[in-house]
C-alpha cells in the first residue's frame, strides 16, 4: 500500500536548523510530487511547499521563502525538508503528503505521520 | 491568494444526526476543491476531491457538493468515529490553501 513514513521527534534551539525525511513506497516515487504541510499545537494545517520528485522543481509559500529547503533523493524514495534559523514559532507537527495532481487541479493522499518539531532554549 | 472561510467553527451534534459544514472560497475556484478529516494525534486524511468525489474507502454517508465559491460537506448519520476536526483545501498550481477546520463534536 502506499505509506509515506517520517523520521522521529526533533527537539532544537533557536537559531539551530532541523531536516525532516520522509520515505515513500508502495508507488513509483517520481510520478507524484511530495508536499510539506505544518500544524501548530492546537492550530490548523498551514502548506509549507512543495517538490517535484520528477525532476526536484520547487514551490515555496512566500512566508517561508529564504529559511525553508525541499529536496528528494529518489535512490531511496525519500524526501527532506530543512528549515533553518529556527524560532519558537516554528514548533509544529510536521507533515510530508503525497500530492495528487489531475489537470489544474491536486489533493494530498496518503499523509506522513508526522514529525513534532519542538524549538525550545 | 484566494482565503477559504469554514463555518461554524464547532459543530455539536448527536450520533445519528446530520452534519452539514461549510467553506466559502474569497474566489472562484471551480470544483477544486478538497475535504480532510482529522483526528486527534493523527494525519489528516483525504475524504473527498474534485468537491464531490469521495476518496478511496471513504464511506457513503460523507458527500461533497458545490462549486465556484460555496461548498458543503454532508455527513448524514454521524458515527462516534466522525467526531473530528475538517478542513478544505484548495490547490490552484502555485499554491495550496487550508481553510481555518471545523469541529465536530459529540453534544
Known amino acids: 500500500q502506499v505509506q509515506l513514513v517520517q523520521s522521529g521527534a526533533e527537539v532544537k534551539k533557536p537559531g539551530a536548523s532541523v531536516k525532516v525525511s520522509c520515505k515513500a513506497s508502495?508507488?513509483?516515487?517520481?510520478?507524484?510530487?511530495i508536499s510539506w504541510v505544518r500544524q501548530a499545537p492546537g492550530q490548523g494545517l498551514e502548506w509549507m511547499g512543495w517538490?517535484?520528485?520528477?525532476?526536484?522543481?520547487?514551490n515555496y509559500a512566500q512566508k517561508l521563502q529564504g529559511r525553508v529547503t525541499m529536496t528528494t533523493d529518489t535512490s531511496t524514495s525519500t524526501a527532506y525538508m530543512e528549515l533553518r534559523s529556527l524560532r519558537s514559532d516554528d514548533t509544529a507537527v510536521y507533515y510530508c503528503?503525497?500530492?495528487?495532481?489531475?489537470?489544474?487541479?491536486?489533493?494530498?493522499?496518503?499523509w506522513g505521520q508526522g514529525t513534532l518539531v519542538t524549538v525550545s532554549s | 491568494e484566494i482565503v477559504l472561510t469554514q463555518s461554524p467553527g464547532t459543530l455539536s451534534l448527536s450520533p445519528g444526526e446530520r452534519a452539514t459544514l461549510s467553506c466559502r472560497a474569497s474566489?472562484?475556484?471551480?470544483?477544486?476543491l478538497a475535504w480532510y478529516q482529522q483526528k486527534p494525534g493523527q494525519a489528516p486524511r483525504l475524504l473527498i476531491y474534485g468537491a464531490s468525489s469521495r476518496a478511496t474507502a471513504i464511506p457513503d454517508r460523507f458527500s461533497g457538493g458545490g462549486s465556484g465559491t460555496d461548498f458543503t460537506l454532508t455527513i448524514s448519520r454521524l458515527e462516534p468515529e466522525d467526531f473530528a476536526v475538517y478542513y478544505c483545501q484548495h490547490y490552484d498550481g502555485s499554491s495550496r490553501t487550508f481553510g481555518q477546520g471545523t469541529k465536530v463534536e459529540i453534544k
Open positions: 503528503a503525497r500530492e495528487v495532481e489531475v489537470g489544474a487541479t491536486g489533493w494530498f493522499d496518503p
Open positions: 517538490i517535484s520528485a520528477y525532476n526536484g522543481n520547487t
Open positions: 474566489q472562484s475556484v471551480s470544483n477544486y
Open positions: 508502495g508507488y513509483t516515487f517520481t510520478s507524484y510530487g
